[in-house]
């Protein structure tokens, strides 16, 4: 097996990816809900997932839609192989580990926008569904980000490379063996 190593997640996918892990996190549990805090950071979260949605078009690589988007024939193949217990490598997001960043993506798009008309109720007339929504999506986030770390950890474990790391450095192991 080929052990060198290719740069795989470009500054921006990174700094996209710890900035949206520092903000989630002062969220959900350092800033009270509804402080001037809480607001900007998620203001901060909905321009960042704007800003990538932008990258997956113009960026290189892993960081463009069409080299990881969860089809569902990618779904589907990577799915299988996993209940199969055969290998799956992909050098950026694995089908289902895409579908899960999406999710999540989604969420904190629809926390900025929810937070954003929940501070403005007077203009938008303020009900309950949206106070409800926003903690709907709060849980669904705090939810998707337990399983990407658990899958991430397990897929370390699995392909016996540590995937995290690869967040930090950008760097991944090139393999002879990876899918597509």
């Not at 470009?10 to 900035?19: A, I, K």
């Not at 199969?84 to 926008?113: D, F, K, N, T, W």
Request: aromatic share 12%.
């Amino acid at each position: 097996m080929n052990t060198r190593t290719v740069i795989l997640w470009d500054p921006l996918v990174r700094l996209f990816h710890w900035s949206l892990v520092l903000v989630v996190l002062a969220n959900l549990f350092v800033n009270e809900k509804g402080e001037q805090w809480h607001q900007w950071l998620g203001y901060t979260g909905g321009a960042w997932v704007l800003l990538r949605v932008v990258w997956g078009f113009v960026g290189k690589g892993a960081a463009r839609w069409t080299d990881f988007f969860p089809t569902p024939t990618r779904l589907w193949q990577h799915a299988r192989a996993l209940l199969r217990g055969e290998p799956y490598h992909r050098m950026g997001h694995s089908p289902i580990g895409a579908l899960v960043m999406l999710l999540m993506m989604l969420c904190v798009l629809g926390l900025a926008v929810t937070g954003f008309m929940y501070l403005h109720s007077e203009r938008f007339g303020y009900e309950l569904w949206l106070e409800d929504l926003h903690s709907l999506l709060a849980a669904s986030l705090l939810t998707l980000v337990c399983v990407h770390i658990v899958a991430a950890v397990f897929e370390s474990w699995r392909l016996k490379e540590n995937l995290p790391l690869s967040m930090i450095t950008g760097k991944r192991r090139l393999r002879d063996d990876a899918q597509e």
